[in-house]
């Protein structure tokens, strides 16, 4: 599920806002290397009540605005995008506030936590296809990002409703196909057998097939 390019000189960094700060972290060393001049914090106030609510009393952009500013990124390199309530909804607001701000991405470094990197960029290829998508993360192993996490099985049921949105979500115009192996799918079904699978697309088995 994570899925990184080579960092290169963009148009503009991109950061999907999420409970996890660490994003807003790593858009800020991308910007200070000066990979791109300006950062696009995308993230409204979301997922009130259920699994991914971050409990902040303001937008995720706004969060991950004022963490990127305590790493030294000036408040002028920022954009807040302050609706957005879904991954699809980063790409598209975030394309129609660069527009309005005279801005026009070519190339797009877009930041998102480790295990959203994939979703996000077959997102974005569907929501965004002018732009050259170029997905970032931090560097960090799997096992060690579950052994910081506060409630790393909320992030494992995250996790898995990801996965099932990317086997799910092409064939719904909401994302571009992406070759999901069979080993792939059968750690998907074990993983919601071992009651992991809160978060699956309503109506439709692991590999993707309605069940109505």
Known sequence: MRLVHPPVPADAILTLGSFDVRAAVHAAALWKAGLAPLIIMSGGIAHRG?????????????????????EGVPATAILLEEQAQ????NFVLSRALAEQAGRRLRKLLAVAKPYMTRRGYATGRKA?????????????????????EAE??????????????IVVYPALGFQIAQDVPP??????????????????????????????
């Open 50 to 70: 259920g699994l991914l609510d971050t409990g902040w009393d303001k937008p995720e952009a706004r969060v991950f605005a004022d963490a990127a500013v305590a």
């Open 86 to 89: 879904n991954t699809a909804d």
């Open 128 to 148: 965004w296809p002018e732009v050259e998508l170029l997905m970032q993360c931090e560097a960090i192993d799997v096992a060690d990002y579950f052994a910081r």
């Open 152 to 165: 790393p099985e909320r992030t494992l049921l995250a996790l898995v409703g990801d996965l099932h949105r």
């Open 183 to 212: 080993a792939v799918i059968d750690a998907l079904r074990r993983l919601v057998e071992a009651g992991y699978g809160a978060r699956l697309v309503a109506g439709y088995d692991v590999a993707g097939k309605p069940t109505g």
